[in-house]
């Protein structure tokens, strides 16, 4: 089976772009969850959505969107980037809602905002 | 906060030693993950311990969850460098979401 891809891997962008990462789940995963990390901080929880609905959201301002489609594949939106959006973007599968079961990672995608 | 905070923050051992990590919550939890983070493969999912189990094996690690304290450990046995890395515990809130801490960085030196 082949694991959770995020795309690009990498991105430079500058105050005041928006930026648009992709995640495709597991195959047969309906549930996607984003995170953000920084240095030496923990996964602040960015959102989940679970086939195509949005049911669970952190504490973001609302720059920060996503979706879901209808094969599972997800995308999140930071529009208007801060200097303090650069950070590791990472994504989560799982067969189920909210931490149910266990998660699979993808391998991120690493955002600098100049 | 109503995240999981782990303890310590930093953990350096010899390689074949033990090493203990320490999460602790605040809120009702319906399960605790816990998961490694390090460079070369990522972020990945250790073991899962539900509210109505007390300990959990899984080759090296074993964890255990005490939920009249609202802590949980994580002892890996025998350690080796490839264990270098940063340990994450995750409880899952009433609300269906993970909490995550900051983590411990634990170095395996050889």
């Known amino acids: 089976k082949a694991g959770v891809t995020q795309t690009p891997r990498y991105l430079i962008k500058t105050r005041g772009q928006q930026v648009t990462l992709s995640c495709s789940p597991i195959?047969?995963?309906?549930?996607v969850s984003w995170y953000q990390q920084t240095p030496g901080q923990g996964l602040q929880f960015l959102f989940e959505?679970?086939?195509?609905?949005?049911?669970n959201k952190g504490n973001f301002p609302g720059r920060f969107s996503g979706r879901q489609f209808s094969n599972s594949r997800s995308e999140m939106n930071v529009s208007t980037l801060e200097l303090g959006d650069s950070a590791l973007y990472l994504c989560?599968?799982?067969?189920?809602?909210?931490?149910?079961?266990?998660?699979?990672f993808g391998p991120g995608t690493r955002l600098t905002v100049t | 906060s109503q995240q999981g905070e782990e303890d310590p923050q930093a953990l350096s051992i010899q390689e074949g030693e033990n090493a203990t990590m320490n999460c602790s919550y605040k809120?009702?939890?319906?399960?605790l993950q816990w998961y490694r983070q390090n460079s070369g493969r990522g972020l990945v999912h250790l073991i899962l311990?539900?509210?109505n189990e007390r300990e959990k094996h899984s080759g090296r690690l074993r964890v255990t969850l005490d939920t009249s304290k609202k802590s949980s450990s994580l002892l890996i046995t025998a350690s080796r460098a490839a264990d270098t890395a940063s340990y994450f515990c995750?409880?899952?809130?009433?609300?269906?979401?993970?909490?995550w801490g900051a983590g411990t960085k634990l170095i395996i030196k050889p």
């Open positions: 809120t009702s939890i319906n399960n």
């Open positions: 311990i539900r509210s």
């Open positions: 959505y679970f086939s195509e609905t949005q049911r």
């Open positions: 195959s047969g995963h309906r549930s």
């Open positions: 995750a409880p899952q809130n009433s609300n269906y979401q993970l909490i």
């Open positions: 989560a599968s799982s067969s189920a809602i909210g931490g149910t079961y266990e998660q699979y």
